[in-house]
């Protein structure tokens, strides 16, 4: 069965600094990987996903993440993060796109002024 | 244009009471999904259908819990006789074949 670990519960950063949300995936074949994030009282985002080629994916809102097989991780990455930023991020694998979701447990980010 | 719509957007009910949920996925969209959020489990999946195959049923957490897809557009989900940890943000997603799911923006609901 699928899974995903996002170690990291709370982040707190500084606004213009550097952001990364790490997460690890345990799926024994090629996983699609998603970030979704979720401000309060919202439904879920698409930040950006990873199919097939390129490891290194660019999304929006500034955002990128990398795959990195020998490692199972799909970490996030922002250079300067806003204070919009602030929200729930969620990272979520499946084993073909247009499958079922399985996400891991979300890591919430504070920004402090 | 319009994305996947849920109503109501937040739902009251006593213990023992049926409850349906809808959602409205983005227009041409063949796959709908259904998800649930609370706070001890997190984001789970619950129900998940695809065009005309049947539903995939392996998320449900009890026979208490079922959804149809009508058209194969706006699906329901209904919740019977209730209980306390149904409490939770019911989150219905869309997608076209094969590709990223679009979310909407939730039902969340509670059980007194």
């Known amino acids: 069965a699928q899974s995903v670990t996002q170690p990291d519960i709370h982040i707190t950063v500084s606004e213009g600094a550097s952001l990364e949300l790490r997460c690890n995936y345990s799926?024994?074949?090629?996983?699609?990987l998603f970030w979704y994030v979720q401000s309060p009282g919202q439904g879920l985002q698409l930040l950006l996903k990873y199919f097939s080629g390129d490891t290194l994916v660019q999304g929006i809102k500034g955002f990128e993440a990398e795959f990195k097989r020998s490692q199972s991780s799909f970490n996030l990455r922002k250079p300067s993060v806003h204070w919009s930023d602030a929200a729930e991020y969620f990272c979520a694998v499946t084993k073909a796109a247009g499958n079922k979701l399985t996400f891991g447990g979300g890591t919430r980010v504070l920004v402090k002024p | 244009g319009a994305g996947v719509s849920q109503s109501p957007s937040n739902k009251v009910t006593e213990k023992g009471k049926d409850v349906e949920l809808r959602c409205d996925p983005i227009s041409g969209h063949t796959a709908l999904y259904w998800y649930r959020q609370s706070l001890g489990q997190g984001l789970e999946f619950l129900i998940y259908?695809?065009?005309?195959?049947?539903?995939?049923k392996s998320g449900l957490p009890s026979d208490r819990f079922s959804a149809e897809r009508t058209g194969g557009s706006v699906s329901t989900l209904t919740i019977q006789r209730t209980q306390q940890e149904d409490s939770a943000v019911y989150l219905c997603?869309?997608?076209?074949?094969?590709?990223?799911?679009?979310f909407g923006p939730g039902t969340r609901l509670t059980v007194l």
């Open positions: 259908f695809q065009g005309n195959s049947a539903p995939d």
């Open positions: 997603a869309s997608s076209a074949y094969r590709n990223e799911q679009f």
């Open positions: 799926y024994g074949a090629t996983p699609y």
